[in-house]
């Protein structure tokens, strides 16, 4: 079962940018899709966007603009550029697979001057 490791986190001003790394301990390409998702206190997870293997994205309205989502099979890694940075994306950001598999730890995201 492929592991997936979240990363690239931190505290950043409003309108910075952030890259979050996905790593898998395993191969990339025999997943089907990698999504990133975020959660914000007291509230639900909420899908933030998607990769398929064929490099097939999508995003959520927030994050459509001001994310890209990538992905490098070679070095077994999802990224997530996020540019633009409100505070309301302030969030713990997990990345998973679809079908859903074991959440990890995710990374802190904060948004803050």
């Known amino acids: 079962q492929v592991q997936l490791v979240e990363s690239g986190g931190g505290l950043v001003q409003p309108g910075g940018s952030l890259r979050l790394s996905c790593a898998a301990s395993?191969?990339?390409?025999?997943?089907?899709?990698i999504v990133w998702y975020r959660q914000a206190p007291g509230k639900q997870r909420e899908l933030v966007a998607g990769?398929?293997?064929?490099?097939?994205?999508t995003y959520s309205d927030s994050a459509k603009g001001r994310f890209t989502i990538s992905r490098d099979n070679a070095k077994n890694t999802v990224y997530l550029q996020m540019n633009s940075l409100k505070p309301e994306d302030t969030a713990v950001y997990y990345c998973?697979?679809?079908?859903?598999?074991?959440w990890g730890q995710g990374t802190q995201v904060t948004v803050s001057s």
């Open positions: 998973n697979t679809a079908p859903i598999g074991d």
């Open positions: 395993g191969s990339f390409s025999s997943i089907g899709a």
């Open positions: 990769i398929t293997n064929y490099g097939t994205r």
